[in-house]
């Protein structure tokens, strides 16, 4: 699975968006961005995932560069609750085959 | 819908015993489930994967007959942490992936503290 770099930290302040970037640029054709968070102490939680296109749901945007070498996870309205590790993953096989590889995440902080 | 959930969600033990930690898919099937070992201030280390009635793939350097893991029924996976020592001291976390979704759900998490 390709690598992924993101930055150790962040603040954003409540209420505002919250804008995480991620880089794999040496991502493959058949493998998916995927993002997920864990709030301390707890197991961690789907947000989303995407192979091409910008994808969004109830928690969150996926935005993929068109060159797939980057993405940014869009919180659009962070609140105190969204303080958590952010972890994106890049892997093949859909990422239900295959066991998840984690990296060290943004722990984003939201600030009140 | 999609929860997993895990028993017990903590558990102290004797160093030299055993302890077995459960994983449930509440209200999905799940033909493959995974186990992850999270040590402090560290991320999340895949140690295997456990798939329905047929035997676990381990991760390298991770010892199986140290660590058991039966998968009986498409709802269940047990993690049996044999002879347990102070180092295993840990926090197990297991996930689950409904069959034909692209995406894990992961359970609460044991935190095991082995004296």
């Known amino acids: 699975d390709a690598k992924t770099t993101q930055p150790p930290s962040m603040d954003c302040a409540e209420g505002r968006a919250a804008n995480l970037p991620c880089n794999h640029s040496t991502i493959s054709g058949n493998e998916y961005v995927y993002w997920y968070r864990q709030i301390h102490s707890q197991g961690p939680q789907y947000i989303i995932h995407?192979?091409?296109n910008n994808e969004t749901n109830e928690m969150a945007s996926l935005i993929i560069t068109e060159d797939r070498k980057s993405s940014t996870l869009i919180l659009p309205h962070a609140t105190l609750r969204d303080t958590a590790v952010y972890y994106c993953i890049v892997s093949r096989s859909g990422g239900g085959a295959d066991g998840l590889t984690f990296g060290k995440g943004t722990h984003l902080i939201i600030q009140p | 819908g999609a929860v997993v959930s895990q028993h017990p969600s903590w558990v102290i033990c004797k160093s030299g015993t055993s302890v077995k930690i459960e994983c449930r898919s509440l209200d999905f099937q799940a033909t493959t489930m995974f186990w992850y070992r999270q040590f402090p201030k560290q991320s999340l280390m895949l140690m295997a994967t456990s798939n329905e009635g047929s035997k676990a793939t381990y991760e390298q350097g991770v010892e199986k007959d140290k660590f058991l893991i039966n998968h009986a029924s498409l709802t269940l996976s047990t993690l049996t942490v044999t002879s347990a020592h102070p180092e295993d001291s840990s926090f197990y976390i297991c996930?689950?992936?409904?069959?034909?979704?692209?995406?894990?759900?992961f359970g609460p998490g044991t935190r095991l503290t082995v004296t």
């Open positions: 995407g192979l091409k």
């Open positions: 996930s689950a992936r409904p069959t034909s979704y692209y995406e894990q759900y």
